[in-house]
């Protein structure tokens, strides 16, 4: 029995005509597939309403949930009401989508009372949008005449109990999966479930964090053993770049995991890092399709892409960011200078994006975001001040005004001389390259170039892939 599981994002459960436009694609594709199953996200702005009101609670200002609250009620309603009409079914669904709306309120009044709004109830509150979502897409199905049956992932999908950033945990939740969610598929029904939320094994609601809802489509594919992942954004699938930034970008067909993965890690903001991870380690393709657009195709991720022939596939690029650069001739040959500088970094707690290193060992630069720059310094000038006493480093600074532009495709890894066509096509756009890095699956080139010719540099490597 062939098994698509599709994730819907909150574009694409934004409103009545989304969800109609989601519904209209869930009966093609059952069509199709003898087995489909849906994932979606809560209704755009629902997820802010509710943590908003919670933190302004939290604050002791009740106005907001309270709010926000009346403001949820109509939205879901009125949703209903146009996707299914007045029915027995439809009051069911409404009262409760309501009571999920008073567990809001009580939660807000409890968070009010304590003046403190704990990962723990922060996670409660931050679920109920997509339990509130699934319920009216499974509705808005059956008004369809498809068989449909929403169901929270709290039910099967475990985690650990970090708050806002559990980690799933995939023995368990394939147990539980086996148990929940096979039974509604083999009866021919289509389960709608909620993204971005599990719950640990004693039962306590998390959340996935950032990027969390198209990661639970990844999870839930995994753990059903799904034939194919399909993503649904607003978007026709992954660009060879930004579309804003070079008007002959186009989708790529066809991509591979290991080219995603450095693409979204690079800046593309198609898929968050993490979501590929478990269609990979289970081999099951990812496609990234368009809600509005469902006749495209859109981009297919498979473990190993067929080579089209070029060397660079897409460019993404990171703005906003500052160079750290620890230098000073005395290093050379000093043992655990790298270690102490990295150590530091850490401490700080910033997110080190690249690292150059000369071979001199003169000097370690790094990227890192340009909000954490100063404290980055500051706890380095600390963590190395015996070896700034010694002289054994000149000098620890930043320079802002800072670009990462990455160049993606795993031809690279067959092809000589792409660094030198990489650099040759800045070059001949006068576009300076302050840094270089390949990373060791030899899939991706990095260059760091001043903000000002950041977009200039995408356009530029942009010719390679096109």
């Given amino acids: ?50 943590i908003g009101g919670a933190k302004a609670a939290a604050a002791g200002d009740d106005a907001p949930y309270q709010a926000n609250a009346a403001k949820m009620r109509q939205k879901h309603a009125e949703a209903l009401a146009e996707l299914a009409g ?31 709004l704990t990962p723990r109830a ?7 949008g997509e339990r509130m979502s699934a319920r009216l897409v499974a509705c808005a199905m059956r008004a369809r005449g498809l068989d449909s049956e929403s169901i929270d992932a709290t039910e099967f999908v475990v985690t650990s109990d970090e708050f806002s950033s559990a980690v799933p945990l995939h023995v368990q939740t394939r147990a539980l999966a086996a148990v929940r969610v096979r039974p509604v598929l083999e009866r021919g029904a289509v389960p709608v479930m909620t993204g971005y ?16 809802s198209d990661y639970s489509g990844a999870i839930i594919g995994s753990a059903l ?86 060397a660079v596939r897409a460019v993404a690029a990171i703005k906003d960011l500052s160079m750290v650069t620890v230098e000073g001739r005395g290093m050379i040959g000093v043992p655990g200078v790298a270690a102490k500088t990295f150590g530091s970094v850490a401490a700080a707690g910033a997110n080190v994006l690249m690292i150059s290193q000369a071979s001199s060992e003169q000097s ?19 963590g190395l001040r015996h070896e700034l006493e010694r002289r054994d480093i000149d000098r620890i600074w930043a320079r802002e005004g800072i670009v990462i532009v990455t160049a993606v495709g795993a031809g690279m890894r067959e092809r000589p001389g792409v660094a030198a066509q990489v650099l040759t ?26 903000a000002q010719d950041g977009d200039a540099a995408v356009r530029a490597i942009h010719e390679l892939a096109i």
């Fill in 86 to 116: 007045e029915s027995e079914d439809t009051r069911a669904v409404l009262a409760t989508i309501n009571g999920l709306i008073d567990d809001f309120e009580l939660l807000c009044r409890s968070v009010h009372v304590l003046g403190d």
């Fill in 197 to 212: 939320i599990g719950a640990t094994e004693s039962g306590v609601t998390t959340t996935l964090g950032r990027g969390g």
């Fill in 225 to 310: 053993d799904a034939d194919e992942v399909a993503i649904y954004t607003d978007v026709d699938g992954v660009m060879t770049t930004d579309p804003r930034l070079a008007k002959n970008a186009r989708v790529l067909p066809v991509l591979s995991f290991l080219e995603m993965s450095e693409l979204a890690y690079f800046g593309a903001k198609v898929l968050h890092p993490r979501t590929v991870r478990p269609c990979v380690e289970r081999g099951i393709p990812l496609r990234i399709r368009n809600t509005f657009n469902p006749e495209h195709e859109g981009t297919l991720l498979v473990q190993q892409a067929e080579d089209d022939g070029r």
């Fill in 364 to 382: 370690i630069c790094f990227v890192v975001p340009a909000a954490s720059a100063s404290a980055t310094v500051a706890a380095l000038e600390d």
């Fill in 122 to 128: 922060h996670d409660a509150i931050a679920s109920l």
């Fill in 1 to 50: 029995m062939s098994l698509l599981v599709m994730k819907f994002g909150g574009t694409s459960v934004g409103s009545a005509a989304a969800i109609a436009q989601l519904v209209s694609i869930a009966v093609d594709q059952r069509k199709t597939w003898d087995q489909v199953g849906v994932v979606v996200s809560a209704m755009s702005g629902v997820t802010d309403m509710l």
């Fill in 425 to 450: 096509s800045l070059s001949s756009q006068g576009i300076n390259v302050i840094a270089i890095a390949q990373g060791s699956s030899e899939c991706a080139i990095s260059v760091v170039v001043g």
